[in-house]
């Protein structure tokens, strides 16, 4: 983290920078079905933050060691955009989107039904268009609904969601400057249905009370943006464009 | 299987080129349908988004504050760069920036660079030593046919909202840039023998060469390109050369409409 620590944070009402509460989450839309190349797609805005993800497959894996017998492998590219942040990011690999991208993949396989598709690969394009904080998040959650979209079999919805903690105090999903000056991060992924975690990442100082209640807030957080994943794929295919 | 599909579909192509039609029911120099948006990326100094058909682009324009070259020490220095990221289509691979889109990324910054609607001097901080760098990096979402046109749509619609973001650098107030004209793309393919404006991604794959004209506000031409296999007569090239003309008028006014906002 920054830990820049003279950075006020919280004001003297109890309430946070931007106005919200400790507990409360930035807006969240999502639309499912927004690329029409894809085999599945989706779009979340999630406070500022702006994730696109696409799903392609299952097709066949190439090259063919990396096949596995009895389940499919799932890629994932997660990818910010050059005009994502204030500096311009240079376009390519770097190690932050490798590691990303890695763990993100890991998190999908253990909730999509890999053994369905023996030998075989799922694409997760995941692309930040805009960054505020939150942007792994973000990308978790629009590759589940992506997958969904695709029709991909899976145990449940993974959402992403994040608490951290900032003078002193847990709160729910950072903003910008409560992650640049605050005292910890713990970005989640949580299957909602189950209670079960596929993802799981923190950096900073938490105590383990803190820790409990940071991973509170994001449970309770991950139910209220189950329903909007739900939603956005019911608006899809309840509409009858299908 | 790979090779059989086109196939069938340059057949089909040729068959419906005869009777004057498109597989999609457009006439011969018809457009599809464009929504654009500017202004649309919060961490962009000018953004925009079009979509052209079923195709999706995003684009962005930074700034940095860089040396100047030293052969011009009064001048920055402008640069456009497309990315066709592998969630643009299933025909989309990872990897370094294949040729496609290193004459993609080309083809629409040599329209922007040569109309010369950026006044190079005019981004000039202190001489010889800062300068302003104009990124205009371009994101292909969804490629469902004619990107070029539709990235450089995108790419002056970013660059005709964009503010210069002066007071971050601490060097005076943010303004407006000062974007001289609006240089507008119109692409030609030629699908079932004859040169249709806007092709869809499947008259791409059952077409041929395909030419890139990219006009000034005055009708003058800055950037020609001339893309895969294929010859063209020079009686062909008027023909298309009257219908840029008159494509390029309505495009340049849809980005009109959005400086008004």
């Given at each position: 983290m920054g830990g820049y620590g003279d950075v006020k944070l919280l004001r003297d009402d109890g309430?946070?920078?931007?106005?919200?509460?400790?507990?409360e989450m930035r807006p969240i839309e999502i639309e499912a079905?927004?690329?029409?190349?894809?085999?599945g797609s989706a779009w979340v805005k999630h406070g500022l933050n702006i994730a696109v993800a696409a799903v392609y497959g299952p097709m066949e894996a190439h090259p063919?060691?990396?096949?596995?017998q009895d389940r499919c492998v799932i890629d994932v590219r997660y990818n910010m955009a050059p005009?994502?942040?204030?500096d311009r990011i240079r376009p390519g690999f770097n190690r932050r989107s490798r590691e990303i991208s890695k763990v993100t993949a890991e998190a999908l396989e253990s909730v999509v039904?890999?053994?369905?598709?023996?030998r075989s690969k799922i694409r997760v394009e995941i692309e930040i268009l805009?960054?505020?904080?939150?942007t792994r998040c973000a990308g978790i959650t629009a590759a589940a609904v992506a997958l969904a979209d695709a029709g991909i079999p899976m145990r449940d919805l993974l959402v992403g969601v994040a608490s951290g903690k900032v003078e002193g105090v847990v709160v729910l999903d950072l903003d910008k400057a409560e992650d640049n000056y605050g005292q910890a991060d713990l970005p989640v992924g949580i299957l909602p249905n189950t209670g079960e975690i596929a993802f799981l990442q923190m950096d900073g100082d938490l105590s383990p009370d803190e820790f409990n209640l940071a991973m509170k807030y994001n449970f309770k957080a991950a139910a209220e943006i189950h329903e909007i994943m739900v939603d956005a794929l019911k608006r899809r295919y309840e509409g009858g464009e299908n | 299987m790979v090779a059989l599909v086109p196939t069938l579909l340059r057949q089909e192509l040729a068959r419906l080129a005869e009777n004057d039609a498109r597989i999609d029911g457009r006439g011969r120099w018809e457009g599809r349908q464009i929504t654009l948006e500017s202004?649309?990326?919060?961490?962009?100094?000018g953004s925009a988004k079009v979509v052209w058909g079923d195709t999706i682009i995003y684009a962005g324009v930074k700034f940095e504050m860089r040396t100047p070259w030293p052969d011009r020490p009064n001048e920055g220095s402008l640069m456009c760069s497309a990315e066709l990221r592998p969630?643009?289509?299933?025909k989309y691979e990872p990897g370094p920036p294949s040729p496609e889109s290193i004459e993609l990324s080309r083809v629409v910054d040599r329209g922007i660079r040569e109309s010369?609607?950026?006044?190079?001097?005019?981004?000039?901080?202190?001489?010889?030593e800062k300068v302003w760098g104009v990124m205009i990096d371009i994101h292909v979402?969804?490629?469902?046919?004619?990107i070029f046109d539709a990235c450089a749509l995108a790419a002056i619609t970013a660059l005709r909202t964009a503010i210069v973001p002066a007071e971050r650098f601490d060097v005076g107030d943010d303004y407006t840039l000062n974007v001289k004209s609006t240089p507008i793309m119109a692409s030609f393919t030629r699908v079932g023998g004859r040169y249709v404006f806007d092709a869809s991604e499947e008259e791409e794959l059952g077409g041929d060469e395909r030419i890139h004209i990219t006009l000034g506000d005055?009708?003058?031409?800055h950037s020609l390109q001339k893309g895969l296999k294929g010859v063209f007569t020079p009686e062909e090239f008027a023909e298309i050369f009257d219908v840029a003309q008159s494509r390029c008028v309505e495009l340049r006014k849809l980005v009109a409409n959005q400086e008004g906002n």
């Amino acid at each position: 983290m920054g830990g820049y620590g003279d950075v006020k944070l919280l004001r003297d009402d109890g309430l946070r920078l931007d106005g919200r509460k400790i507990d409360e989450m930035r807006p969240i839309e999502i639309e499912a079905g927004y690329l029409p190349a894809a085999d599945g797609s989706a779009w979340v805005k999630h406070g500022l933050n702006i994730a696109v993800a696409a799903v392609y497959g299952p097709m066949e894996a190439h090259p063919r060691k990396i096949q596995r017998q009895d389940r499919c492998v799932i890629d994932v590219r997660y990818n910010m955009a050059p005009f994502s942040t204030s500096d311009r990011i240079r376009p390519g690999f770097n190690r932050r989107s490798r590691e990303i991208s890695k763990v993100t993949a890991e998190a999908l396989e253990s909730v999509v039904i890999c053994e369905r598709y023996p030998r075989s690969k799922i694409r997760v394009e995941i692309e930040i268009l805009s960054a505020e904080a939150g942007t792994r998040c973000a990308g978790i959650t629009a590759a589940a609904v992506a997958l969904a979209d695709a029709g991909i079999p899976m145990r449940d919805l993974l959402v992403g969601v994040a608490s951290g903690k900032v003078e002193g105090v847990v709160v729910l999903d950072l903003d910008k400057a409560e992650d640049n000056y605050g005292q910890a991060d713990l970005p989640v992924g949580i299957l909602p249905n189950t209670g079960e975690i596929a993802f799981l990442q923190m950096d900073g100082d938490l105590s383990p009370d803190e820790f409990n209640l940071a991973m509170k807030y994001n449970f309770k957080a991950a139910a209220e943006i189950h329903e909007i994943m739900v939603d956005a794929l019911k608006r899809r295919y309840e509409g009858g464009e299908n | 299987m790979v090779a059989l599909v086109p196939t069938l579909l340059r057949q089909e192509l040729a068959r419906l080129a005869e009777n004057d039609a498109r597989i999609d029911g457009r006439g011969r120099w018809e457009g599809r349908q464009i929504t654009l948006e500017s202004d649309c990326l919060y961490n962009g100094e000018g953004s925009a988004k079009v979509v052209w058909g079923d195709t999706i682009i995003y684009a962005g324009v930074k700034f940095e504050m860089r040396t100047p070259w030293p052969d011009r020490p009064n001048e920055g220095s402008l640069m456009c760069s497309a990315e066709l990221r592998p969630i643009a289509g299933r025909k989309y691979e990872p990897g370094p920036p294949s040729p496609e889109s290193i004459e993609l990324s080309r083809v629409v910054d040599r329209g922007i660079r040569e109309s010369g609607c950026i006044d190079m001097e005019k981004l000039c901080i202190v001489p010889g030593e800062k300068v302003w760098g104009v990124m205009i990096d371009i994101h292909v979402l969804s490629d469902q046919g004619n990107i070029f046109d539709a990235c450089a749509l995108a790419a002056i619609t970013a660059l005709r909202t964009a503010i210069v973001p002066a007071e971050r650098f601490d060097v005076g107030d943010d303004y407006t840039l000062n974007v001289k004209s609006t240089p507008i793309m119109a692409s030609f393919t030629r699908v079932g023998g004859r040169y249709v404006f806007d092709a869809s991604e499947e008259e791409e794959l059952g077409g041929d060469e395909r030419i890139h004209i990219t006009l000034g506000d005055e009708g003058h031409l800055h950037s020609l390109q001339k893309g895969l296999k294929g010859v063209f007569t020079p009686e062909e090239f008027a023909e298309i050369f009257d219908v840029a003309q008159s494509r390029c008028v309505e495009l340049r006014k849809l980005v009109a409409n959005q400086e008004g906002n």
